[in-house]
Every structure is written in structure tokens, then in C-alpha cells.
């Protein structure tokens, strides 16, 4: 890590110090990802030392787009490397084609917003319904970096966004930029959200705050407009040594790749939309990447890339030429700066009208939202003599954004502040109900849906070798381990309406995921199971139907390559089934036994120490909370000392539920059964209270599929809300008369499995259950009243009380009072995360004794 380099990066660096949240506006290629990066990993190296816990103990680097996530990723893994960071500050992913990080667990982690936004309104992508209550604790307390601002959906993301920032005010550090905002947004932005602009406001344009960064001022491109097509004779009137063309849909930047392999047979042309996989789009951008950073040499030969708006923002490549498409003038403005990016280097841009099969001129994508407007404005400004034909540098743009979209910032920034308010009240309904429905309206209204290629989408029976079959699971479990394609649902709807027009005597080849049932709902997450229904569409109007958020098409229908992508017509050779993921570098393990004492003391290791093993290294989770906590409480005006006291009470007395007679009599029959078998447990059915058995349920593992089968016990039952019911007079004493806290604790408990348990079964401790108990109470610090407190447990109920369902009713979040909910989110995270960890805790522990 190294001192700023320019006067506006040190600007953010010093506003991040004295606790301002920043909206940020610099050129393209000015250096905006260090500046708001560097006082951030500043907090780290505090942390370490006299100011520990007193900065974000996280980094989320967001972005819009999947392709800028990984282009990120890219670029920091290089300073990681480079400039030798602590080894927990490896930058991690998390996006739908490389979730790496899915509980967002790293220091430094790059996603997408719609990633970070699920998650924060409980409904995460990619992972089972069980955890949606895991991950936005994650987001309490971090530093929000939101990249490329522009690019949000205005309506849903960008309010959702700022919703959040202000909900999180004062709890959570943000820095919000782009290099294309009009004057009006950006001061109504950072209005709306108490943010320090850093910037150049229209008055000082002449004395740039950016004067500094030379490259920028020496970059030269001459901008024209071209009243025509952008098609094959247009590219070789004008490409260069090194060309860049983006279209507006991938339709027609297909049909260019496709002429221009035939009009200029010895050029390289390469295609990039966003329909690849993900290991395609990789090898491509290397290519790129190869062919357009070095400017010391040259390519071999001419080369073109034909691209959508995927390439707009993120890749850090230079051209000579580009010709694109009249997008937005912030997009155009994103688009150019793929054009003499380097210091005294000489481009030209060329913009042309889009034209569609009519020949008429057709904006889409742009068409939703009153963007259809700002690209007219946008092609009249280009055409005027003040544009055309001109070098525009940032001064320039900031004159063409005011022009093209300073009328539609207007009217989106009118009365701001209550639709800002509006929207935190749907994020406090959200947070409360958890409706799968809220996250088209509060993310991305987009119908743009994951599509699966498969041959077997439904797991059916399928014949095999002789006459004997076999059960496929297709994609009825975990269908995120696959990769999918993102498309729109018009998309869709055409390939099954030109299947069923043209083959009506057979099966349409799409399926649709109908719904989602979790197994052994109150289990142990490594034996809780979510299942996915997928049911084969019976015509086309289904696709548009609420039914369906996820489809599958057999690889016969669609057709896919490694140079063109998807295509919705089939080719003679049948698609590229979607690929397995890449498994994160973190793979969880099966359980092992464990005693009840032995498990809380890994819960408590896992909090207080640092856990490594040759794959990964995981900080204390009390690294990650006291600084949200502290935050939190001082919002409100509570006392931090007694909430982290609080938590540790949690994790000591989460599992008190699996002191239930029936549940250890499950545990110690399956212990002898598992002996008898499949050989030496690791821990003998000796009586002694369990906490985990050593089925480990490894869903991989056939053998213990069938032992599990073959095993005839009367039902464990759950425990998890019996735990909270049980303890319940213990936190009403431990809680110092502050309710907040018991019910805070109580609820993370119930929720430590799945989170909508809220009923209890019955129940009745085992004999000899108080020794446990103590001694789980003093290994987390509560020596001195560990006998008086266990002399409170519930020893004995039927069903959960009232002044349980008033914990649950207490604590459903409103938007002026979002505190009590920040702070079970913080609760139950730390807890379902400890638990996680508790096993490789007791191992390691183990291992040093």
C-alpha cells in the first residue's frame, strides 16, 4: 500500500479519515478504484494496532455488471500481489458465475450490487432459503465501495442503494462514483445521503482538480458522428491497428462478427457479449487484454473486437478506433474511454445511429426508463459543431452529459429525499416478510433471468445400462453449482414459441424452477437439504408468468460455441451443457462428533481466534463485530459491553435444545449404529451429551445415503426454538433490565437453522444436562454465575411461550428503527458463522493439545 498519488485521491483519503462518506466523480482512467480503495485498507493496518476494532473491519467493492466484478477481481489480485498485503486481505468474489465468497466472509470482497442487495434484504442469491438470514449482518458495519453509479437502474438498484446508505448512516462507511453524472444528480446525491462531493462542479472546470493526472490531460479523441449503420463497410472505411466496435444489442453485434469475418478475412475479429460462460469470456478477455495493453508492441496482425455494453466500463484496453452505437452520453462517455486511454496517445471515436432489421432507428436497450429521450438529446448535442468532429476531453463530457441527461436528472432527483424515505419503508417490509417478489421491484426490474442448459433439468428416472435405472438429480439440488446464462425472459419466450409452433407433436424443451421445499428445516446446515422443483413449460406465455425465476433448456434446442456464445436457434451440433463452478477455495467438511461442551468451545474459538488451515485463514469473528456493534450502539444509545456480552451468552447457550431426551436418544443410537456398520466412530456411544454425530452427511457419499436410510430411530426432533425457550429466564437476568438484548438473543437462536422457525415441540433435559451447561457457560466467560444461571433453565414445556413470539414481534424492523433488527442480523450471523466454524475449531484445538 502506497501514499496517494494525486491531489484527488488524497482528498478521499483524508475526507474517509475524518468520517465523511463521499460521492465521487473523476475522469475515466483517472485512478478512482485506488482512491476510494486506499483509506479502507488504511483501516486494516490500524486495526491491527492502538485503534483496534475502530474501523470497517470489510471492503465491498460493488459493481453492476458480473463482467466488471471479475475485472476488479483481476486487477486488485495484481496488488495484492504486487504490493505484498496481509494475507487476509486477499480479495474474494462473489458474483452468480464465481461465487467464491457466498456468505461474504473475506476482508476485501468484489460483487455484484444485485449480489450485495439480496443479501441485505434477506433474500441472497445462490444460496439455500436457510441461510437468508446470514448474510446482511455482513453489510452492517462494512465500507461500501458502489462503482460506476450511473449504471443502476434508477427505479430499483440506484433508490434501493441509496435507501440502504441511509438506513446504515453512521453505522457503515460508503463511497459512491463514476465519471459520468450530471451537475444536478450528483449535488441532489450527495444531498440526499449527507455525502462530501469530490469533484469538478461546472464552475470549476477551468482549474480542474484533476490538472494532476497527466495522462488524462494529454489523452486525445476526436469524436464524430455518422448519420449511418455501423456495419462491415463502415468498420473498414475506418478501423485501425487496434478496433474496438460496441453495439447496443447482442443480435446485431453478432451479425457484425459474422460480416466482418467475411468482409476482412485477414483481420482477427473476437466477439464478447454477455451470453458466454464464464471460462469463454475469461480466455477472451485475456486475448484482449493481450492485444490491447501493450503499447510498446504492437499485434501481430489487425484486430477488432466486436462487443455489447460489456466491455463499456471495467477493462482497462486502449484502441486506436472505436465505433460504436449512439448509447446514452454517459455510456458513450464509458465507451470512449476503452479509446487513447494512455498519456499522449491520438484516437478517434465514431458514433452511429442504431438501426434495426426495419431500418428503423431503434434505441433498445435504452428504451425503458425515459433513456429513449436522453439518446436523442445525445445524438443531437454529437451533431452540433460545439461535438462533432472535436477533441473532447473531460471538460467536454461533462458539457454532453449536462446536455443529454440533465433533464432527466432532474425530474429523478425531484423530491429525492421522500422517495429515498418511500423506499426504506419498502426495505423495512421486505426485511420483515422476506417476499421473493421484492427483488425484481427493489434491485433489477430487468427480465433478465438465469438460464440453465441441461439435459435432465427435473432429475427424471433415465434408463441405463440393461434394465436397470437410475435417479438423476439434474437440477433439483444446489442448481447454483452449475453455471447459468443470463436472459432476458423475451428471449425465452421465443425459443418456446418457435419450438411449439414448429414441433408441436413434442415436449417444449424449457423448464421453469416452480419452487423451492427445504428438508429437515431445523437440522444442522450440513444435513439441511433445499430441493428445486422444475416443471417443463407447456407453452409460451408461461415464461412471463411469476411462477418462474429460473429456467432450463435441453442443449438440442439452443445452440452455444466458444467463439459466438448462446444463440436461441439450434445448430447441428447440440449446446455446451452449462459447466460445473469452480469450487470455492473454502469447502465445508462433513461433521464429525463432537460433545456439547467440546462444540461450544470451538463456537467460542472460532470467535476469539484466528482459525488457518493450508487452504484458508479466517480471522476472529470478533474482529468482524465489535466495530459494527459499537456503531450500532452508539445510534442508539446502548451500551456496546453488555451486547457483546450478550453474544457470548448466545453462543454459549444456542444448542441447549439438543439436551432434549429425544434428541441425544437419536445421537447415541446413531453412534452404535454407524459402529456397528461402518467401523470406529470417533466418539463412542458412551452416554456423554453430543452436540454433532459422525454422520457428516455428505450428500456426495453414497454409502452414508444408504446408512442413513437403512437407520430406524424415533425422530431427533428439532431444537433450536426449544434452545431460546429453554434459556429464556437466563437472558431475562443477564440482560441488566435492557429487554433490547434478550430479545436480540433469543431470536438469533431461533434463527440459527433456518429463519423462520418461531414454534417450539416439547420438551425435557436430559439427566446430568447441568454439568454441560456450566461448563459451556464458563468456557465462553461466565464463571462466575454459571451454576445460578443453569439453576433457570426450562427444564420441562409442551410449546414456545408468549413472551417468545414477543421477542419475534419486537424485533420486525420499521424504517426509522432499523437498529433492532441491524442488530439481530449481527447476532445470528456471528452465531450461524461460529457454528460453522466450531468443528475445524475443535480440530485444531485437538491438534495443539
Known amino acids: 500500500m502506497s501514499t496517494p498519488a494525486f491531489v484527488f485521491q488524497r ?103 444485485d449480489q450485495m442487495l439480496a443479501s441485505f434484504l434477506t433474500l441472497p442469491y445462490g444460496v439455500g432459503r436457510r441461510f437468508d438470514n446470514l448474510n446482511a449482518g455482513a453489510m452492517i458495519g462494512s465500507y ?31 463511497t459512491l462514483m463514476s465519471a459520468t453524472f ?6 441532489a446525491i450527495a444531498d440526499s445521503v449527507d455525502a462530501e462531493f469530490i469533484g469538478d462542479p461546472p464552475e470549476r472546470i477551468g482549474a480542474s482538480l484533476f490538472a494532476d493526472v497527466t495522462h488524462v490531460q494529454t489523452q486525445t479523441r476526436i469524436w464524430h458522428a455518422v448519420d449511418g449503420a455501423l456495419d462491415a463497410d463502415a468498420v473498414r472505411q475506418r478501423r485501425g491497428r487496434r478496433t474496438i466496435c460496441i453495439c447496443n444489442t447482442v443480435s446485431r453485434a453478432r451479425a457484425l462478427f459474422a460480416a466482418l469475418q467475411t468482409a476482412l478475412p485477414e483481420v482477427e475479429c473476437v466477439l464478447l457479449h454477455s451470453q458466454f460462460y464464464r471460462g469463454d469470456r475469461m480466455r477472451i478477455q485475456s486475448r484482449l ?35 460504436t452505437e449512439c448509447a446514452p452520453a454517459a455510456s458513450l462517455i464509458q465507451r470512449a474511454g476503452r479509446c487513447a486511454r494512455r498519456a499522449d496517445q491520438i484516437g478517434r471515436v465514431y458514433v452511429f445511429q442504431p438501426y434495426d432489421e426495419e431500418g428503423q432507428v431503434n434505441y433498445a436497450p435504452y428504451i425503458e426508463d425515459g433513456l429513449e429521450d436522453v439518446c436523442v438529446r445525445t445524438w443531437e448535442a454529437l451533431t452540433h459543431s460545439d461535438f462533432d468532429g472535436r477533441v473532447i476531453r473531460f471538460a467536454e463530457e461533462q458539457r454532453l452529459v449536462d446536455a443529454a441527461h440533465g433533464d432527466h436528472d432532474a425530474k429523478f432527483v425531484e423530491g429525492l429525499p421522500q422517495k429515498i424515505d418511500d423506499r426504506m419503508a419498502e426495505i423495512a417490509r421486505c426485511l420483515a416478510v422476506r417476499n421473493d417478489g421484492d427483488l425484481r421491484a427493489l434491485i433489477r426490474d430487468i427480465p433478465n433471468v438465469p438460464l440453465f442448459i441441461h439435459p435432465n433439468p427435473p432429475g427424471n428416472t433415465i434408463q441405463s445400462d440393461g434394465d436397470s435405472q437410475r435417479k438423476e438429480s439434474g437440477l433439483t ?50 444435513m439441511t437439504v433445499t430441493r428445486y422443483a422444475w416443471r417443463r413449460l407447456r407453452e409460451a406465455s408461461e415464461v412471463y408468468g411469476s411462477a418462474y425465476a429460473w429456467f432450463a433448456v435441453e ?49 467460542y474459538r472460532a470467535y476469539t481466534a484466528s482459525i488457518s488451515s493450508k487452504s484458508y485463514q479466517q480471522p476472529p469473528l470478533r474482529d468482524e463485530f465489535l466495530y459494527p456493534l459499537r456503531r450500532v450502539c452508539a445510534s442508539i444509545g446502548e451500551d456496546a459491553f453488555l451486547g457483546e456480552r450478550m453474544l457470548r451468552l448466545t453462543l454459549a447457550l444456542h444448542d441447549v435444545g439438543k439436551l432434549n431426551r429425544p434428541w441425544q436418544s437419536w445421537a447415541q443410537a446413531w ?48 431444537h433450536a426454538v426449544e434452545s431460546a425457550e429453554s434459556c429464556l429466564p437466563i437472558f431475562a437476568i443477564a440482560c441488566e ?63 414456545s411461550s408468549a413472551r417468545l413470539h414477543k421477542a419475534l414481534t419486537y424485533l420486525r424492523t420499521t424504517d426509522t428503527d432499523p437498529a433492532r433488527m441491524f442488530l439481530y442480523l449481527l447476532f445470528v450471523r456471528i452465531l450461524r458463522l461460529a457454528d460453522q466454524r466450531s468443528g475445524d475449531a475443535v480440530r485444531l484445538s485437538t491438534l495443539e493439545g
Open 737 to 799: 433490565k435492557r429487554s433490547l438484548w434478550a430479545f436480540v438473543a433469543l431470536v438469533a437462536i431461533m434463527h440459527h437453522h433456518t429463519p423462520d422457525a418461531d414454534e417450539s415441540g416439547s420438551f425435557s433435559v436430559i439427566p446430568h444436562a447441568d454439568r454441560s451447561v456450566i461448563e459451556a457457560l464458563t468456557l465462553c466467560g461466565f464463571e462466575e454465575d454459571a451454576e445460578t444461571w443453569t439453576g433457570l433453565l426450562q427444564r420441562r414445556f409442551e410449546i
Open 182 to 187: 450530471s451537475a444536478v444528480f450528483l449535488q
Open 555 to 603: 442443449p438440442t434446442a439452443v445452440s452455444y460455441d466458444e467463439d459466438n456464445g448462446f444463440g436461441t436457434v439450434p445448430s447441428s451440433n447440440p449446446a455446451k451443457s452449462s459447466p460445473l463452478i469452480e469450487k470455492s477455495r473454502r469447502e465445508r467438511i462433513a461433521y464429525t462428533a463432537d460433545s456439547y461442551v467440546e462444540h461450544i468451545g470451538g463456537l
Open 477 to 526: 439440488e444446489q442448481p447454483f453449482q452449475f453455471e447459468s446464462l443470463s436472459l432476458s425472459r423475451g428471449a425465452i419466450y421465443h425459443v418456446v414459441k418457435d419450438f411449439a409452433e414448429g414441433q408441436l407433436d413434442l415436449d417444449i424443451p424449457v423448464f421453469g424452477c416452480t419452487g423451492i421445499g427445504i428438508a429437515d428445516q431445523d437440522g444442522d446446515d450440513a
Open 11 to 113: 482528498r478521499v483519503h483524508d475526507s474517509f479519515r475524518e468520517g465523511r462518506d463521499i460521492v465521487l466523480q473523476a475522469p475515466t482512467g483517472a485512478g478512482k478504484t485506488r482512491a476510494a480503495l486506499e483509506p479502507g485498507l488504511a483501516g486494516f493496518n490500524h486495526d491491527k494496532g492502538h485503534g483496534r476494532h475502530d474501523y470497517p473491519p470489510r471492503i465491498l467493492y460493488l459493481q453492476p455488471m458480473r463482467t466488471l466484478a471479475s475485472s476488479a477481481l483481476n486487477n486488485l489480485q495484481k496488488s495484492y500481489t504486487k504490493q505484498a498485503w496481509e494475507h487476509e486481505w486477499q480479495p474474494r468474489i462473489q458474483t452468480g458465475d464465481q461465487p467464491d465468497d457466498a456468505f461474504f466472509e473475506g476482508k476485501l470482497i468484489v460483487a455484484t450490487v
Open 671 to 718: 453412534q452404535a449404529y454407524y459402529a456397528a456398520h461402518l467401523g470406529n466412530p470417533t466418539r463412542p456411544a458412551d452416554g456423554t451429551p453430543l452436540a454433532h454425530t459422525d454422520t457428516g452427511y455428505d450428500r456426495q457419499d453414497d454409502s452414508l445415503k444408504r446408512l442413513e436410510k437403512a437407520f430406524k430411530h424415533a425422530p431427533r426432533g428439532p
Open 144 to 174: 461500501l465501495i458502489f462503482d460506476e453509479f450511473h449504471l443502476y437502474p434508477r427505479g430499483q438498484m440506484m433508490l434501493t442503494a441509496l435507501a440502504m446508505i441511509k438506513m446504515l448512516k453512521g453505522i457503515s462507511r460508503f
Open 289 to 323: 487484454l493481450a492485444a490491447f495493453t501493450d503499447d510498446e508492441r504492437p499485434p501481430d496482425r489487425d484486430i477488432i473486437i466486436i462487443a455489447t455494453q460489456v466491455i463499456e466500463v471495467g477493462l482497462d484496453i486502449s484502441a486506436d478506433v472505436l465505433l
